[in-house]
C-alpha cells in the first residue's frame, strides 16, 4: 500500500511539473514530434523509392539469369613463377557460341531445386525496326508470353492489343509504345525487323505495352521463341537465357553461387546484373537514415536540456522529497516519467503529422517515368519510429534524473 501511495505521489509531482512549465513542455514535445515526424517521413521515401526501384529492374530482369559467360583466351605456355611474365599473350574473347547445351534438362534441374517459383527460357536477338529507309535500334526478347508474363508482370502494361495473342499468332510481336511512336504503327499492322544476323522477317503488331522506363519503351519488343530462333539462323533447341525467379529475391546471390555450381554456367543475381542502381539506393538509404537519425537526436537533446532547467529550478524541492522520506530512485522516477510523459506527447503528434505527410507527399504527381511521387505507408517504420523516439526521450530524461537522485539535502538546506 505504502509503495502504491509513493508511485501515486511520484505521478502527481511529475504531471505538476509538466503543467507548471507548459512553454517548456510544449518546445520539448514540439521537437520529439518534428524528429519522429521527420523520421518515419524520410524512411517512408526511401521505402518508396526502393519499392519503385525494384520494380522497375524487375519488369526487365529476372532475380537470376542464367548463361553462357564469355571465354577469354589464356597464355599459351604459363608461367611457374610469379616473377616471370607468361609466354605470350593477347587475351581476347573465344569466339564461341552463346548457347546453352540441352536447355530443357537444365530448366527441369533448376525447377526441382527449392525455392524456385519460375524458370523460363528466353532468346535475346539484337534487331533492326525498318521504317522505310530509317532503321530503329533494339531488342527482341524470344519467350514464352506466359511464363515470362508470370515473371515480368507484362499484362498490366499493355495498352494496346491482347499479350496472349502472341502465343497465337506465329509472326506476332509485342512492341514497346516508344518504338511504335517512331514507327507510327498500331496493333494490326505488319513490320518489318532485321536481326544482327542479318535476317528479315515481317511480323503483325499483337500489341503495345508502356512500361513508364522510356529507354525500354523504345527499344524492346517481345517475341514467340520460334520466331527468335528464325532471326538467329538456330533449330529448335537454341536458348540463350534462362531466367530464374526465386521466393526471396533478397537472397538471389546466394542462389546465383549454387545455381552456377549445378548447371556450369554463368549465374548471374539481380544486384550484379544492376550494380549501379543498386549501389545508388544503399548510399541514399544511409544517407537518409543519417540524417532522420540526428534530427530525432536533436530533439532527444531538447528534452535533456529541459529537463536539465528543471532539475536546477526545483533542487530546494527535490532536497524537500528527499528529506521527507522519498529515495533516489523515487526521484529518478519522477523525471523519467516527466520525460517519458512529454516523449509521448510528441510522438502522438509525430505519427499524426507523419501519416499526413506521406499521405499528401504520395498525391504529387511528378511525371515522367515515375509517375506519382514514390512513398509509401508502411507500418513497420511507424512502428520503429515510436520506438526509438520512446528510447531517446527514456535515455534523455534518465540522464538528468540520475543527477538529481543525487542531491543533498543536507548540503542544499546550509546554503
Not at 46 to 69: C, E, L, Q, W
Not at 303 to 327: C, E, H, P, R
Request: charged letters at 15%.
Amino acid at each position: 500500500m505504502a509503495r502504491q501511495f509513493k508511485h501515486n505521489v511520484d505521478t502527481e509531482i511529475s504531471i505538476t511539473y509538466i503543467i507548471t512549465s507548459r512553454k517548456l513542455t510544449l518546445v520539448a514535445a514540439l521537437g520529439v514530434t518534428i524528429g519522429i515526424a521527420i523520421f518515419i517521413f524520410m524512411n517512408c521515401m526511401t521505402a518508396g523509392f526502393t519499392r519503385k526501384s525494384n520494380t522497375m529492374i524487375f519488369n526487365n530482369t529476372p532475380h537470376i539469369r542464367v548463361y553462357k559467360d564469355d571465354q577469354i583466351s589464356q597464355p599459351l605456355i604459363k608461367s611457374i613463377s610469379s616473377k616471370k611474365l607468361d609466354m605470350i599473350s593477347n587475351p581476347k574473347v573465344v569466339p564461341e557460341s552463346d548457347r546453352i547445351v540441352d536447355p530443357d534438362k537444365i530448366v527441369a534441374l533448376l525447377k526441382a531445386q527449392p525455392d524456385v517459383q519460375i524458370v523460363t527460357p528466353q532468346i535475346a536477338v539484337s534487331v533492326f525496326y525498318n521504317s522505310g529507309l530509317s532503321q530503329i535500334n533494339g531488342n527482341a526478347s524470344g519467350v514464352d508470353i506466359i511464363e515470362a508474363d508470370r515473371m515480368f508482370n507484362i499484362k498490366p502494361t499493355m495498352v494496346e492489343g491482347r499479350m496472349e495473342d502472341l502465343a497465337i499468332l506465329p509472326n506476332g510481336i509485342l512492341l514497346g509504345v516508344g518504338i511504335a511512336a517512331k514507327m507510327n504503327v498500331k496493333t494490326g499492322d505488319n513490320i518489318s525487323i532485321t536481326s544482327s544476323r542479318n535476317v528479315n522477317r515481317v511480323m503483325k503488331v499483337a500489341g503495345l505495352f508502356k512500361t513508364n522506363n522510356s529507354v525500354t519503351d523504345k527499344t524492346k519488343s517481345y517475341i514467340s521463341v520460334h520466331s527468335a530462333q528464325q532471326l538467329m539462323r538456330e533449330g529448335a533447341s537454341y536458348v540463350t537465357d534462362i531466367d530464374v525467379d526465386v521466393t526471396d529475391f533478397t537472397k538471389a546471390a546466394d542462389y546465383s553461387a549454387r545455381f552456377s555450381a549445378l548447371t556450369g554456367y554463368k549465374a548471374e543475381d539481380w544486384k550484379a546484373a544492376n550494380n549501379t542502381l543498386v549501389s545508388a539506393a544503399n548510399m541514399r538509404s544511409v544517407l537518409v537514415t543519417a540524417i532522420s537519425m540526428s534530427i530525432l537526436l536533436v530533439a532527444g537533446f531538447g528534452i535533456y536540456n529541459i529537463l536539465n532547467m528543471t532539475i536546477s529550478q526545483k533542487i530546494n524541492d527535490i532536497a524537500i522529497l528527499k528529506a521527507m522520506g522519498f529515495q533516489g530512485n523515487d526521484v529518478i522516477r519522477i523525471f523519467v516519467l516527466q520525460g517519458a510523459l512529454i516523449g509521448l506527447m510528441g510522438i502522438i503528434a509525430g505519427l499524426v503529422m507523419a501519416g499526413l505527410l506521406v499521405f499528401f507527399t504520395s498525391k504529387i504527381y511528378v511525371g515522367g517515368d515515375i509517375g506519382y511521387f514514390p512513398i509509401i505507408f508502411d507500418g513497420s517504420i511507424f512502428i520503429r519510429g515510436s520506438l526509438f523516439g520512446l528510447v531517446i526521450t527514456l535515455l534523455a530524461g534518465y540522464l538528468p534524473a540520475r543527477k538529481a537522485a543525487n542531491v543533498d539535502p543536507v548540503s542544499i538546506f546550509r546554503k
